[in-house]
T-cell receptor, first 109, second 115 residues
Framework: DAKTTQPPSMDCAEGRAANLPCNHS???????VYWYRQIHSQGPQYIIH???NNETNEMASLIITEDRKSSTLILPHATLRDTAVYYC??????????FGAGTILRVKS | GAVVSQHPSRVICKSGTSVKIECRSL??????MFWYRQFPKQSLMLMAT?????????EQGVEKDKFLINHASLTLSTLTVTSAHPEDSSFYIC???????????FGQGTRLTVV
């Protein structure tokens, strides 16, 4: 069973920031928070991951609450090509990824 | 990130035949690969973990005699769907664990249609 809870869908205006929430209240100390996305009919794409500190890369930022029970993925300037299903997954290094239902993000012009 | 190539991207086969799907890690040696299946409008379901040089580990409910996995080299894992039936029609995706096992990289997927 997936250990995370995400809203089923969200809309975002093109050019605005997309903030995707994820709850993982049962996360353990060794588990990282991962984000992947899947554009229609393609394999998933790695976005970012973190343990407890906030992380940023060229694609997105990951904000993890101090108690680690929730996190937010931020796409700073969403484009139409960011329309996808976004998966939040908690996992220890070396373990297998188990996907939940994810959030369908629709970026609209 | 790692480059993972899956082949073919699409295949149509007749009921009762077998289909082989290849997953290649192009830029590093992968000791562990994963196979997933995805039905329309559903999430990815992990089928099995493929370990180089040893038998694959199958998830509960996945028939190992129907979905044959071979990971004979550090750059290639294959999934063979044996005696395929229409209900096996799905999107099959492989992934490769990164060098430090910190993230996974996915192939582009194979759309299997059994007629």
């Amino acid at each position: 069973d997936a250990k995370t809870t995400q809203p089923p869908s969200m809309d975002c205006a093109e050019g605005r920031a997309a903030n995707l929430p994820c709850n993982h209240s049962t996360i353990s100390g060794n588990e990282y928070v991962y984000w992947y996305r899947q554009i229609h009919s393609q394999g998933p794409q790695y976005i970012i991951h973190g343990l407890k500190n906030n992380e940023t890369n060229e694609m997105a930022s990951l904000i993890i609450t101090e108690d680690r029970k929730s996190s937010t993925l931020i796409l700073p300037h969403a484009t139409l090509r960011d329309t996808a299903v976004y998966y939040c997954i908690v996992m220890e290094y070396g373990n297998k990824l188990v996907f939940g239902a994810g959030t369908i993000l629709r970026v609209k012009s | 990130g790692a480059v993972v190539s899956q082949h073919p991207s699409r295949v149509i086969c007749k009921s009762g035949t077998s289909v082989k799907i290849e997953c290649r890690s192009l830029d590093f040696q992968a000791t562990t690969m994963f196979w997933y299946r995805q039905f329309p409008k559903q999430s990815l379901m992990l089928m099995a973990t493929s370990n180089e040089g040893s038998k694959a580990t199958y998830e509960q409910g996945v028939e190992k005699d129907k979905f044959l996995i071979n990971h004979a080299s550090l750059t290639l894992s294959t999934l063979t769907v044996t005696s395929a039936h229409p209900e096996d029609s799905s999107f099959y995706i492989c992934s490769v664990a990164g060098l430090m096992n910190t993230e996974a990289f996915f192939g582009q997927g194979t759309r299997l249609t059994v007629v």
